[in-house]
């Protein structure tokens, strides 16, 4: 019987599916229940995923900054970058599900798009998960191409052919086996969790890549890193699966009950906007302040809504009716969706009326 050694490359790593029970009532209990409620596109999803995902790997950037390069992403500072990157990679690998099922490229696309370069399977040793405290090595993962294309095929047969396993279940199986494959040189952590969103995208469970999965692995992340290194020492797979599990349920309650308000606040600035602006009301330009928290009046002339002088008018209209905030940052000025940002980055639902 092979000896796990964290020093040593894990190239024993057993293929898929797990040789012990994995479907247990605990975890059968809870599958059942957690498939989580969608509501509508929200273009803020993505983001505040990718701003959770990346402090996860200590990428520290915020929501703010992401909401303000969103549409001017060269301007910004390296971290905001990367995790603007991360959440065109989930994007793109969305886009990817329409030509082809989800496999080692769309993975390779995905790292490619985070990274900002081109990423491909690992040819080279020496990749090693190391305790940034101690310096203690954590965890070795298995070593050359050839053997990692193997695995990470045993990874693509699982998702696409245990149908008989819950697809919460395999989501989480499959995402220890990728994180444990760690089939690149860096980013394997934020692309596997991409791929989970994409993956029950896959399955039919979501239509959108709204999953904001990282905000609940934030908040338990010493469990999160202790789970999966137990199910390497000790194949403890049930505490991992429902660890998951546990995490889906809250983060579809969260998501749900966000979207829900993000609703009420849309239709309570639709009406505001109509009553005391009623001259530059359009259904077009409510929705363009939703699609982009931080406002530009390019934003409105790209739109087609109206040009540049009428553009402006318009922001600054939004501002004198106590919807939008001005700020100028260096050159430019950004109109704040205020209200929207406070909901975004906050637990609490509620919502001030305007005045």
């Not at 969790?193 to 979501?206: K, M, P, T, W, Y």
């Not at 309570?268 to 330009?285: D, F, G, M, N, W």
């Not at 939004?318 to 940052?329: A, C, K, M, S």
Request: aromatic share 8%; proline share 6%.
């Amino acid at each position: 019987m092979f000896l796990w050694n964290p020093g040593q490359p894990y190239n024993e790593l057993p293929a898929l599916p797990p040789s012990i029970e994995v479907e247990t009532h605990p975890v059968l209990k809870q599958a059942a229940e957690l498939i989580p409620n969608q509501g509508v596109l929200v273009n803020a999803m993505p983001l505040l995923e990718a701003q959770a995902s990346s402090e996860i790997e200590n990428i520290v950037t915020t929501t703010d900054r992401l909401f303000q390069y969103q549409s001017a992403g060269e301007h910004a500072d390296p971290a905001t970058r990367e995790a603007l990157r991360h959440s065109s990679g989930l994007l793109e690998g969305f886009r990817a599900l329409q030509q082809y099922p989800l496999n080692t490229r769309t993975a390779e696309q995905v790292c490619s798009r985070i990274k900002g370069i081109d990423m491909q399977v690992r040819r080279v040793p020496g990749t090693a998960l190391v305790n940034q405290a101690s310096g203690e090595v954590i965890y070795t993962p298995p070593v050359g191409e050839d053997l990692l294309r193997t695995k990470l095929s045993n990874w693509e047969r699982y998702l696409r052919e245990q149908r008989e396993i819950d697809p919460l279940i395999r989501m989480a199986i499959g995402h220890y086996q990728f994180e444990a494959i760690h089939p690149f040189t860096g980013g394997n952590g934020r692309t596997g969790r991409v791929l989970n969103s994409l993956f029950l995208i896959q399955e039919g469970l979501l239509t959108l890549p709204i999953l904001y999965l990282s905000r609940y692995i934030i908040r338990n992340k010493a469990d999160y890193y202790r789970l999966l290194l137990d199910v390497t020492r000790n194949q403890s797979w049930e505490p991992w699966v429902l660890y998951v599990l546990a995490g889906v349920e809250d983060t579809a309650k969260w998501t749900t009950a966000k979207i829900s308000a993000i609703r009420e606040l849309a239709s309570i600035t639709l009406i505001h906007v109509k009553q005391t602006a009623p001259k530059i009301y359009s259904r077009e330009l409510v929705d363009l302040i939703f699609d982009l928290p931080y406002c530009r009046i390019q934003n409105v002339v790209e739109k087609g809504i109206a040009e540049r002088q009428a553009a402006s008018r318009y922001l600054k209209q939004l501002t004198d009716i106590g919807v939008l905030e001005e700020r100028t940052v260096g050159r430019e000025k950004l109109f704040i969706h205020s209200k929207l940002m406070r909901l975004l980055t906050q637990d609490n639902n509620s919502i001030a009326p305007y005045q």
